[in-house]
């Protein structure tokens, strides 16, 4: 994935550094949930709760009032001055069809909240193409940062059940290994396909 150019001088240190000494600098826990319509799997919405010292530095930018909370203007700021470069990135979302990969689009939707002192992003990403029904039993979905400055930490990520109109598949824990920027192997959790019932 290509270094995303700093819009800012907190956005470069949280996000745009990735030939720092030491990886990584950035820890993320990840939520996946699939979204599917009437073609197939249409975009995955993506939660992201980041850990204490980047948020710290985050909130201090951007909870303008210091009320511990965003308001929709601050959650806007926000957007702007550290979330909407990430596009560029493909917000580090890879989304796996067999051999071939999806490509995620411009975000939409986009909120943040501090929860105990946390901040949380919520987004959803748009797939360019729909990934057919017929190809849904080679899906398989996880975050990755290839120059391994961010980390996304696998607890939050869990199998579940995806439904519409009659049709179910079931989605569950995967575990893969890729390799790095100069930084070795490294252990990835993230989502497969297991099965998919259409009525």
């Keep these: ?15 745009c550094a990735p030939d720092a000494a030491a990886h990584p600098h950035m820890w993320i826990r990840g939520r996946i949930a699939p979204e599917l319509g009437r073609r197939g799997l249409e975009s995955v919405r993506v939660v992201w709760d980041i850990d204490e ?13 210091r009320d ?24 580090y979302l890879v989304v796996e069809v067999g051999r071939l990969l999806a490509t995620p689009q411009r975000a939409r939707d ?38 391994y400055f961010i980390d996304f930490r696998p607890e939050d990520i869990r199998g579940t059940t995806v439904r519409f109109d009659g049709a179910e598949v079931r989605f569950d824990r995967s575990r893969r290994r890729s390799m790095t920027m100069g930084y070795g192997m490294v252990e990835l959790t993230g989502l497969e396909v297991a099965e998919v019932v259409r009525r």
């Excluded at 270094?3 to 800012?8: F, L, N």
């Excluded at 990934?131 to 849904?136: A, G, I, M, P, Y």
């Design 1 to 15: 994935m290509r270094r995303i150019a700093a819009v800012c001088v907190t956005a470069w240190t949280i996000f």
């Design 53 to 65: 010292l980047t948020s710290s530095t985050l909130i201090l930018d951007y909870d303008a009032d």
């Design 68 to 91: 511990g909370r965003l308001s929709p203007s601050e959650v806007d700021e926000l957007r702007r001055g550290a979330f909407e470069h990430l596009v560029e990135a493909e917000y």
């Design 110 to 147: 986009f909120d943040a909240r501090i929860v105990d002192g946390r901040l949380v992003y919520e987004f959803v990403v748009p797939l360019a193409v729909t990934v057919r029904w017929e190809d849904l039993g080679d899906v398989r979905l996880f975050f990755f940062d290839q120059s």
